[in-house]
T-cell receptor, first 117, second 110 residues
Framework: GAVVSQHPSRVICKSGTSVKIECRSL??????MFWYRQFPKQSLMLMAT?????????EQGVEKDKFLINHASLTLSTLTVTSAHPEDSSFYIC?????????????FGPGTRLLVL | GIQVEQSPPDLILQEGANSTLRCNFS?????LQWFHQNPWGQLINLFY???GTKQNGRLSATTVATERYSLLYISSSQTTDSGVYFC????????????FGTGTQLKVEL
């Protein structure tokens, strides 16, 4: 089946630093990827839609200058949390859309746990 | 925006028991999916079920789109079924953008 990976799986950083999270589709090309955030004991919240070759589309309330998204190739999207603060600590999950003919299926990565001290 | 509510929020079962999880949504949807999030956080797609009924082993799901709800049935539960179950909906013409429900935390005990 289709596989989506994320790197790193876990990261701890100091407040004020930037952290980059990678999302890769390993065996298919994805023109569209999504980034979600999940706080403990809560649901997943969509942050942004990452489109290959164009600017990301951010959901209401998500700061585009704080969460930089780059979809540089058909298999890689990156999320950079700039000037991270403790309130940015969360579980970040990406997904990638695989299209087979008219059917599109969304595959999820294993997530990245970010802890900002 | 669309509201997606799940019930119950928490559920504890003895191994071998059956259960029904419910997902209510407030608007018409193009797509509905059920996911299992394991204790390590990985989301596993269980069903793509915008309408009708599907079965896969001990799991089955039914969506009644006209009444805006979906049900996930788990039979003969096992400890490996533990985790969080989410339904997620894609609004009509939403382009695969999923809105996740509030989730049901399931714990299956021996």
């Amino acid at each position: 089946g289709a596989v989506v990976s994320q790197h790193p799986s876990r990261v701890i950083c100091k407040s004020g630093t930037s952290v980059k999270i990678e999302c890769r589709s390993l065996d298919f090309q994805a023109t569209t990827m999504f980034w979600y955030r999940q706080f403990p004991k809560q649901s997943l919240m969509l942050m942004a839609t990452s489109n290959e070759g164009s600017k990301a589309t951010y959901e209401q309330g998500v700061e585009k200058d704080k969460f930089l998204i780059n979809h540089a190739s058909l298999t890689l999207s990156t999320l950079t949390v700039t000037s991270a603060h403790p309130e940015d600590s969360s579980f970040y999950i990406c997904s990638a859309i695989r299209a087979v003919g008219p059917q599109e299926t969304q595959y999820f990565g294993p997530g990245t746990r970010l802890l900002v001290l | 925006g669309i509201q997606v509510e799940q019930s119950p929020p928490d559920l504890i079962l003895q191994e071998g028991a059956n259960s029904t999880l419910r997902c209510n949504f407030s608007d018409s949807v193009n797509n509905l999916q059920w996911f299992h999030q394991n204790p390590w956080g990985q989301l596993i797609n269980l069903f793509y079920i915008p309408s009708g009924t599907k079965q896969n082993g001990r799991l089955s799901a039914t969506t009644v789109a006209t009444e805006r709800y979906s049900l996930l049935y788990i039979s003969s539960s096992q400890t490996t079924d533990s985790g969080v179950y989410f339904c997620a909906v894609d609004l009509t013409g939403g382009g695969n953008k999923l809105t996740f429900g509030t989730g049901t935390q399931l714990k299956v005990e021996l």
